[in-house]
């Protein structure tokens, strides 16, 4: 770990995907395995003027000794304290850290009735900080950094001593951390993603539609959504960037207009559960059909957790030729997969894609075609064979993606 690749990723997450501000707490979840980049985040935050680091530690060997030996009544329990305390800090404005890095296959042999309701017992304590983040209460980061157990399944091939550090490798890349100037990079990429927001937001669309392999759908959108890119500011105006990498422009489609079948193009591994080869088909804005290779008994529970988790809360264009994407790999984590593909997310919505929404209650916000749910959990569907068009409120119909490629433009990828 002694790179200095990872104290320049520190100081990114710290500056950039952060920003974090003079006098404010900082929150991390984080496996126990990235303690040597969680502890540089700590001294960059405490540079910056940070007033507390706290870090809210994770095991992989923990969690499935609970699988294994648990009582299985036990499953409905939750630290009630740390949800009060995660609702608190939220409600404070402080800041948000989650890295990622686990087991992508860590529950894939455990009882799925177990993992369903620990799932479900875990949105439901933290639905108030879900709540705070869909209104960007809060500057908020996800990220990503390699483990032994990650690394094997990106890199099975390789000799052990050496997958780590040739994941590490692509990621950095990925965050353009092998730039002169790293930062300097990311602004050059923020406004990169900007400029095809603008563009989408200035069409604005009535309705989208994908067609590719196994994918034949129509989400009609929000009327007064907004498409959002990297950087979006907290209630407090601190501009932060919520994912690193990103790749994607995103919008809310609108809850009850989405019918037809969409098939995943990639396999969906979500908090140690594996879903493969999956499709679902709507009506009505609604999931009623649920069909999956591997996992399909689980992907129906998730979808039958409340009323918003059969709707979609987000629609996401990302071109074939995003970095992430042309890396050729599968990386087994959301974070990286859903920025090498177009996607979309059964469950909630982001409140900075509907025109107010960060302001709004739930009903409101419902009202105004956005979805609200416990869940919110991205899938892939991008594919060189994918087209996306839009149709505008004339009822004009435009290519945006062509391919898997924009179609929009002819020279906007950096």
Known sequence: MNDQRLSRYARLIVTTGLNIQSDQRLIVSAPVETAPLVRLVAEEAYRAGCRLVHVLWDDDAVTLARFRHAPRDSFEEYPIWQAAGLE??????????????????LLAEQDPDLVSTALRIRQRHLKPVSELRRRNAMNWCVVAMPTEAWAARVFPQEARERRIEKLKDVLFSLCRLDADDPVAAWQKHIRALVSRRDFLNGRRYDLLRYRGPGTDLTIGLAE????????????AGIAFVANMPTEEVFTAPHRERIEGTVTASKPLFHRGMVFENFSFRFQDGRVVDVRADRGEDLLKKIVKTDEGSARLGEVALVPESSPVARSGLLFYNPLLDENAACHLALGSAFGET??????????????????????????????????????????????????GEWAFEEDRRE
């Open 224 to 235: 007064n959504h907004r498409w959002v890119s990297a950087q979006v500011r907290s209630r």
């Open 354 to 403: 509907i025109e107010g929404g960060m302001g709004m209650e739930e009903q409101a916000f419902m009202g105004a075609g956005g979805n609200i749910s416990q869940v919110h959990m991205d899938f892939m569907i991008g594919s060189p064979e994918l087209s996306v068009e839009g149709v505008t409120q004339e009822g004009k119909t435009e290519p945006i993606l062509t391919q």
């Open 88 to 105: 608190e800090e939220g409600e404070r404005g402080s800041a948000f850290l989650a890295v990622l890095g686990f087991d992508p296959d």
